[in-house]
């Protein structure tokens, strides 16, 4: 039998296909994922509110240039003035706080003996001086001055009148 250079070449150009297609390697599709969503910018926490807080309550018989009380007193003469100093505080003294507070002053039975309210504008610590009086004389027995903030009690205070 002969062969022809045609039937070599042949058979050598489909062996050499066949061990090329063999050898080549399945190559894994690239897949670019697409681009992240940006992730949400965080909110801000919203910052507190600054409170305002009654810290303490004191009664007498004079209060100085800061409304605090000099003569601490809980009997008082029936001719005295009574001066409570309320204490107070903001959380927050680089932002003023709006609010009120309110001195009611009552007699044993809860007869109501005197209410005074004041705006403010709180800043820091500081204080505010109340004061009730009268001029005929204080009716012997016990009292209590109730202080209020923002129209809610607060802090009280009783004492005496001998």
Same mark, same amino acid.
């Given at each position: 039998?002969?062969?022809?250079?045609?039937?070599?070449?042949?058979?050598?150009?489909?062996?050499?296909?066949?061990?090329?297609? $063999?050898?080549?390697?399945?190559? =894994?599709?690239?897949? !670019?994922?697409? =681009?992240?969503?940006?992730? @949400?910018?965080?909110?801000?926490?919203?910052? =507190?509110?600054?409170?305002? &807080?009654? *810290? &303490?309550?004191?009664l007498g018989t004079a209060v100085d240039?800061?409304?605090?009380?000099?003569?601490?007193? *809980?009997?008082?003469?029936? $001719?005295? !003035?009574?001066?409570?100093?309320?204490? !107070? *505080?903001?959380?927050?003294?680089?932002?003023? %706080?709006?609010g009120q507070l309110t001195a009611r002053? &009552? #007699?044993?039975? $809860? %007869?109501?003996?005197?209410?005074? &309210?004041?705006?403010?504008? #709180?800043?820091? !610590?500081?204080?505010?001086?109340? %004061?009730?009086?009268?001029?005929? $004389?204080? @009716?012997?027995?016990?009292?209590?001055?109730?202080?209020?903030?923002?129209?809610?009690?607060? %802090?009280?205070?009783?004492?005496?009148?001998?």
């Open positions: 039998m002969m062969r022809t250079p045609i039937h070599a070449a042949l058979a050598a150009a489909l062996l050499g296909t066949l061990a090329l297609a $063999g050898c080549k390697k399945d190559e =894994p599709a690239v897949v !670019t994922p697409p =681009p992240a969503a940006p992730a @949400p910018t965080p909110m801000p926490a919203p910052a =507190p509110a600054a409170a305002v &807080s009654v *810290t &303490s309550v004191d240039a800061n409304n605090r009380v000099t003569a601490p007193a *809980t009997t008082f003469a029936r $001719g005295d !003035t009574i001066h409570a100093s309320v204490a !107070t *505080t903001s959380s927050d003294p680089a932002m003023p %706080q709006r002053w &009552s #007699f044993e039975d $809860g %007869q109501l003996v005197d209410e005074l &309210s004041r705006d403010f504008d #709180f800043t820091g !610590t500081g204080n505010t001086a109340f %004061q009730v009086s009268k001029p005929d $004389g204080w @009716p012997v027995g016990r009292y209590k001055v109730e202080i209020l903030l923002n129209g809610a009690v607060v %802090q009280t205070r009783e004492y005496e009148v001998r």
